[in-house]
């Protein structure tokens, strides 16, 4: 994990130490004898994290923090205590320090907490860039938030087929984005100025989704008053998404590929054929084309639809996203109740990374409105959060907490450099050997290879 770390401590043996295991772990190290020192360098280069001793001869690390952040509020400050000062640092930790480690620290815990503190100092960085970009009216990085690859893939695919007319098949989990998706290839085309028409189709009873979709003419069966058009009619000139589309019944399935093979559609109680010009979006939490294989779903309405195919990258696929996603979800959520988001712990770090997300995007915005209300009843940290969210669940070790970690860590960079282990080892600074071994140990399987 490469990062520049500032390791200020007045004690040359002390100072040496830390530089020397640091700098075999990738990071990048300056040293200072002092805070005066220590600000000096860091208005030169601003590092990505500052480890300082809490006791110094004539400003201590405390002060320093406070000078640090006054410079830049967003650099990461990581104490190292005597056993006497525990208390100061949890003090110091209300102010806006980072972590504090225990004198004699343990070394593999401190380049665990560095790494940590780099990230977050980098998911600061990433926020500023992505606001710059949500700034921007319009910009496509406002609906579909994320620096990872597949995320960037994924806005080009909706550029590039936005500007088409033709029908798409969105495919992606539960809580992915489907129907943000669908809005995007919508408002970033052509018809961004006509109706947007959602429907669910799992939520509609079979005996009225002929009526529902394609309208009716009063008197067409009991209860039918009036005329009413259906959602096709309604998203005339615009787009229309059937969301969950495999939960539809496969009689009507015959009738929606008539409409889309004619673009026109037959009141219920009517012989007219009524034209209409709508694009359709069909989104599915599972694979279309495996449901039309084993017939649950027709295989010609699927050919018919799948003229495209956007997928939507699971979160846990997504690396870093989460947090970058954590902390935009909670600091509107924070903002809309006028309060002050609190800042995201190791702990609170180690348990984003670690979570598998099965509710994806839904499931991550919902913790970070939780955490960013900070309510008792709902837990304050991450972790009690998601334990709270999952009864039973055992508190996980602080080894449990590593490996998922490091697994997490090493999956993100894989998928960064395209799986290439040199780039991987070179950027990590591990032996290949090492590198192969852990993803072994983590089930790490580069895509179409049995091996690492």
Not at 282 to 311: M, N, P, Q, T, V
Request: some cysteine; overall charge negative.
């Amino acid at each position: 994990m490469s990062g520049a770390v500032l390791v200020v401590d007045d004690e040359d043996i002390v100072r040496d130490s830390v530089r020397q295991w640091l700098e075999l772990g990738g990071f990048a190290v300056r040293t200072a004898a002092g805070a005066e020192e220590a600000m000096r360098l860091l208005k030169e280069s601003p590092p990505d994290v500052v480890l300082s001793d809490f006791r110094m001869p004539q400003i201590s690390g405390l002060e320093l923090m406070r000078d640090v952040h006054r410079a830049d509020p967003d650099i990461p400050v990581v104490l190292l205590t005597a056993h006497g000062d525990v208390p100061l640092a949890v003090a110091a930790m209300r102010e806006g320090a980072y972590d504090f480690l225990q004198k004699p620290h343990d070394p593999e815990q401190l380049s665990l907490v560095i790494a940590r503190a780099v990230e977050r100092r980098r998911l600061k960085l990433q926020l500023g860039e992505l606001a710059g970009r949500l700034a921007a009216s319009g910009a496509i990085e406002s609906r579909l938030i994320g620096l990872s690859k597949p995320m960037a893939a994924l806005r080009a695919s909706v550029l590039e087929l936005a500007g088409h007319d033709r029908d798409v098949i969105v495919t992606g989990e539960t809580g992915t984005g489907k129907e943000v998706v669908a809005r995007a290839l919508h408002d970033f085309g052509p018809r961004a100025k006509a109706p947007f028409v959602a429907v669910n189709c799992a939520a509609i009873p079979a005996e009225l989704f002929e009526s529902e979709l394609f309208g009716h003419e009063a008197g067409a069966f009991t209860g039918a008053r009036a005329s009413r058009i259906g959602k096709f009619e309604h998203a005339s000139g615009g787009t229309l998404l059937l969301d969950e589309i495999e939960s539809m019944p496969l009689p009507f399935q015959a009738k929606i590929l008539r409409a889309l093979q004619e673009r026109a559609i037959e009141r219920v109680g009517s012989n007219k054929l009524v034209p209409v010009d709508v694009r359709v979006i069909a989104a599915a939490k599972g694979d279309l084309a495996a449901e039309s294989r084993d017939g649950r779903f027709r295989s010609d309405l699927y050919f018919r639809l799948a003229a495209a195919e956007i997928g939507l990258p699971p979160l846990r696929e997504r690396g870093n996203d989460v947090l970058l996603l954590f902390e935009h979800f909670a600091a509107a959520a924070a903002e809309g109740a006028g309060r002050a988001l609190s800042p995201l712990r190791p702990d609170d770090l180690d348990a984003l990374l670690g979570h598998d997300w099965p509710g994806n995007v839904r499931e991550l915005k919902n913790v970070a409105e939780r955490y960013a209300l900070g309510l008792a009843a709902t837990g304050r940290s991450v972790a009690e959060i998601l334990r709270r969210g999952e009864p039973g669940a055992p508190r996980r070790t602080l080894a449990d907490r590593v490996a998922a970690y490091e697994r997490t860590l090493i999956e993100a960079t894989l998928r960064e450099h395209d799986w290439s282990i040199a780039d991987v080892t070179e950027e990590l600074g591990v032996p290949r050997r090492t590198l192969n071994e852990k993803m072994a140990k983590y089930s790490l399987v580069r895509p179409g290879r049995k091996d690492g």
